[in-house]
């Protein structure tokens, strides 16, 4: 028989807990054991974990945030730090361990293979969606699903009051969550890394936008959605100049971590339950050092470092219809 330990580390995201459910229940189903290390990496710095079955997980599915806790850990960086889990995992004999998170998460794993001899499994679990090799990750539609909602709201008060508001989303470097919940929230403007090209022409293509806006309709409600990380000075800066430049107050709202929470749609609980499960059928295979993944609906085993090599782009198709929905470049 085999032992599973599992780990959430990074950014928790909506549907670990189901990840972690899909696990525990696999591995009972084949008769190994399962351990879940507490608080990421530190868990497994500090020999912290807890004993997994079907009793731990039940009631889980529908839980946001993660029971095993999430950290990151800039102490497992190191190398006596890689040793001691190393150290750790083996007199627990750990066989076969599970990591979800993201590309913070799988640089750790790696990390970890150069001294644990052991089988090493990431699967995706993010809001951001940034991890390259997977069609999308764990907690992303879920994240969406909540930016999505929160702006409606803000739509209702901006219509009311013919206000433009500036909600900042998250995605930490990438716009995925940025572009979806702009598209899906019938957004007038959206601001992302991967189209971005400078602040002067960001201004000039929105006021243009908007100047042609209000003399078709006269005052009206307007919505940019821009992507965290992105405007060089904040976005209470780019609030304020556009409050210069429109003559009207733009009301600055930071969605912030509301992001992260919630209970996770179906899409994802699906996916965590598929990629959970699918990781616990490798178990006991030379396959390690490897992300399960899911394309097109199928699994796939990405080599960790190819996930976060390259940079993820948006998708194409996802893009044009925001264009010419949206007119978001230059008229
Ligand atoms: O990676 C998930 C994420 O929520 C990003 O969107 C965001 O940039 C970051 O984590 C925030 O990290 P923290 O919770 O450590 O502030």
Same mark, same amino acid.
């Given at each position: 028989t085999k032992k599973v330990a599992v780990l959430t580390s990074g950014g928790d995201a909506p549907g670990m807990n189901a990840c972690i459910r899909a696990i525990v229940l696999a591995c009972e189903r084949a008769d190994y054991s399962v351990l879940g290390y507490m608080h990421g990496f530190n868990g497994l710095l500090h020999q912290e974990y807890r004993l997994l079955d079907g009793r731990s997980v039940?009631? !889980?599915? *529908? *839980? /946001? /945030?993660?029971? !095993?806790r999430s950290a990151r850990c800039k102490e497992f960086e190191g190398r006596e730090e890689a040793k001691r889990a190393a150290d750790n995992l083996r007199q627990l004999e750990v066989d076969t361990l599970i990591i979800i998170g993201g590309d913070g998460s799988f640089r750790g794993a790696v990390h970890l293979s150069q001294f644990w001899e052991g089988q090493l499994l990431g699967l995706p679990g993010t809001i951001d969606n940034d991890i390259q090799g997977t069609d999308v990750t764990i907690g992303y539609h879920t994240a969406i699903e909540t930016a999505v909602t929160s702006i409606d709201k803000v739509r209702d008060t901006a219509d009311s009051f013919e206000r433009i508001f500036l909600v900042e989303v998250m995605g930490r470097r990438a716009g995925f969550l940025g572009l979806n919940a702009a598209l899906a929230s019938a957004a007038d403007y959206v601001i992302l890394p991967e189209l971005f090209e400078s602040e002067e022409q960001t201004l000039e293509a929105i006021m243009q936008q908007l100047t042609k806006r209000r003399r078709e309709r006269g005052d009206v409600s307007y919505i940019i959605v821009l992507a965290e990380n992105l405007w060089p000075k904040g976005v209470n800066d780019l609030a304020e100049q556009l409050t210069k430049l429109t003559e009207s107050e733009v009301k600055p709202v930071i969605l912030g971590h509301v992001q992260r929470g919630g209970s996770p749609v179906s899409q994802d609980r699906l996916l965590a339950t598929r990629l959970g499960a699918y990781a616990v059928s490798l178990v006991g295979s030379d396959i390690s050092g490897i992300m399960i993944g899911e394309c097109h609906g199928k699994p796939v085993k990405v080599p960790l470092p190819s996930t976060w090599q390259k940079r993820k782009p948006l998708d194409e198709f996802t893009v044009s219809t925001m264009e010419s929905l949206m007119n978001n470049r230059y008229a």
């Amino acid at each position: 028989t085999k032992k599973v330990a599992v780990l959430t580390s990074g950014g928790d995201a909506p549907g670990m807990n189901a990840c972690i459910r899909a696990i525990v229940l696999a591995c009972e189903r084949a008769d190994y054991s399962v351990l879940g290390y507490m608080h990421g990496f530190n868990g497994l710095l500090h020999q912290e974990y807890r004993l997994l079955d079907g009793r731990s997980v039940h009631n !889980l599915i *529908q *839980q /946001g /945030g993660t029971m !095993l806790r999430s950290a990151r850990c800039k102490e497992f960086e190191g190398r006596e730090e890689a040793k001691r889990a190393a150290d750790n995992l083996r007199q627990l004999e750990v066989d076969t361990l599970i990591i979800i998170g993201g590309d913070g998460s799988f640089r750790g794993a790696v990390h970890l293979s150069q001294f644990w001899e052991g089988q090493l499994l990431g699967l995706p679990g993010t809001i951001d969606n940034d991890i390259q090799g997977t069609d999308v990750t764990i907690g992303y539609h879920t994240a969406i699903e909540t930016a999505v909602t929160s702006i409606d709201k803000v739509r209702d008060t901006a219509d009311s009051f013919e206000r433009i508001f500036l909600v900042e989303v998250m995605g930490r470097r990438a716009g995925f969550l940025g572009l979806n919940a702009a598209l899906a929230s019938a957004a007038d403007y959206v601001i992302l890394p991967e189209l971005f090209e400078s602040e002067e022409q960001t201004l000039e293509a929105i006021m243009q936008q908007l100047t042609k806006r209000r003399r078709e309709r006269g005052d009206v409600s307007y919505i940019i959605v821009l992507a965290e990380n992105l405007w060089p000075k904040g976005v209470n800066d780019l609030a304020e100049q556009l409050t210069k430049l429109t003559e009207s107050e733009v009301k600055p709202v930071i969605l912030g971590h509301v992001q992260r929470g919630g209970s996770p749609v179906s899409q994802d609980r699906l996916l965590a339950t598929r990629l959970g499960a699918y990781a616990v059928s490798l178990v006991g295979s030379d396959i390690s050092g490897i992300m399960i993944g899911e394309c097109h609906g199928k699994p796939v085993k990405v080599p960790l470092p190819s996930t976060w090599q390259k940079r993820k782009p948006l998708d194409e198709f996802t893009v044009s219809t925001m264009e010419s929905l949206m007119n978001n470049r230059y008229a």
